[in-house]
């Protein structure tokens, strides 16, 4: 069964061990978001009680169907690559995306991960 979508209404959003690397389940449940085309959208990240974002290398990818290969976005402290954009709150444990001008292949799931290994850093 296909679960490509053609169009922006499958923007989601949710966290998992992607990939087999080594990141920590950061919240449970999906962001489902119904942009338009040419909208901006942000994307939100936390972290649970407990966990302080500032002993972690944070970071963000995509995966745009099932099977595909995750794709590197960003991770905390970078610069704004194109159209995306994180910014890091470490007091508040939150790392948004912010993605602009949206097209139809932002239709992915995305994914923020919490890593222990800087080898993640590599991934650029």
Request: charged share 15%; aromatic share 8%.
């Amino acid at each position: 069964h296909d679960h490509t979508c053609s169009g922006l209404e499958n923007v989601k959003l949710y966290s998992s061990c992607a990939a087999g690397l080594a990141v920590v389940v950061l919240q449970s449940g999906e962001q489902i978001h119904h942009p338009h085309h040419g909208d901006s959208i942000t994307l939100e990240c936390g972290l649970g009680q407990g966990f302080s974002m500032s002993s972690y290398t944070m970071l963000w990818y995509r995966q745009n169907h099932h099977g595909a290969q995750i794709e590197f976005l960003t991770k905390e402290y970078d610069k704004p690559l194109g159209r995306f954009q994180s910014s890091i709150n470490t007091a508040e444990n939150k790392f948004p995306l912010q993605i602009s001008e949206l097209v139809v292949n932002d239709s992915s799931i995305y994914y923020c991960a919490a890593s222990h290994s800087d080898a993640l850093r590599a991934h650029t």
